[in-house]
């Protein structure tokens, strides 16, 4: 009788580590809930980081009265007070051909990209320092969209691409 109920209390024991797969459920719960945790907060940071507005390239017709008193755009533009504009999205700074740029554009090292473009539009003074576009900036995010979808549409030969 001894014996048995010795043996009984070691399957006790033994019994004691079956507790652990219901340890492991929990980890992966816990594991699972700080995952859904990061994605959670990484979301809401990509929502902080300022996502410009879609642009409309009609709207930004619109907006390109303002820079035609100094700048042409399409098949039959000519440099003058400003350069050509033709296929300036992608394009290092300082490149359209035979216009006098000022060096501090020209040496600014900026690709215009939707990123530098919009800081330049907003502010052209304060990104490219010294440079010769003497205009106040556009103010509104969707203006800046929609002239940059404008633009986007001119290749180098000033065509521009069917919608
Ligand atoms: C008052 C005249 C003026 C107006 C208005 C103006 N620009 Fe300019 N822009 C210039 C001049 C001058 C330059 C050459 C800058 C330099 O060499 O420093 C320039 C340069 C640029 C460049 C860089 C081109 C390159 O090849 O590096 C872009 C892009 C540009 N302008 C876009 C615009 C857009 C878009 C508008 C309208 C929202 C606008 N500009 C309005 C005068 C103007």
């Not at 048995?4 to 219901?22: K, T, V, W, Y």
């Not at 390109?64 to 999205?89: D, E, R, S, T, Y």
């Not at 320092?129 to 979808?149: C, H, N, W, Y």
């Amino acid at each position: 009788m001894y014996e048995i109920s010795c043996r009984h209390q070691n399957e006790g024991i033994n019994d004691q580590p079956q507790a652990l797969p219901g340890k492991k459920e929990l980890n992966r719960l816990s594991m699972l809930v700080l995952t859904l945790l990061l994605i959670a907060v990484s979301s809401a940071r990509g929502q902080d980081a300022a996502i410009p507005p879609a642009g409309s390239p009609d709207a930004g017709a619109l907006v390109f009265k303002k820079c035609m008193a100094c700048h042409q755009i399409g098949p039959n533009a000519q440099n003058g007070i400003a350069p050509v504009l033709n296929g300036v999205v992608g394009r290092p700074a300082g490149q359209y051909p035979n216009y006098s740029y000022s060096s501090a554009n020209k040496n600014s090292g900026l690709v215009w990209d939707e990123r530098t473009l919009s800081a330049y539009l907003r502010a052209p003074a304060k990104i490219v320092p010294g440079t010769k576009m003497i205009f106040s900036g556009l103010k509104r995010d969707q203006e800046i969209s929609d002239v940059i979808a404008y633009l986007k549409q001119f290749a180098a030969d000033g065509k521009r691409s069917v919608r």
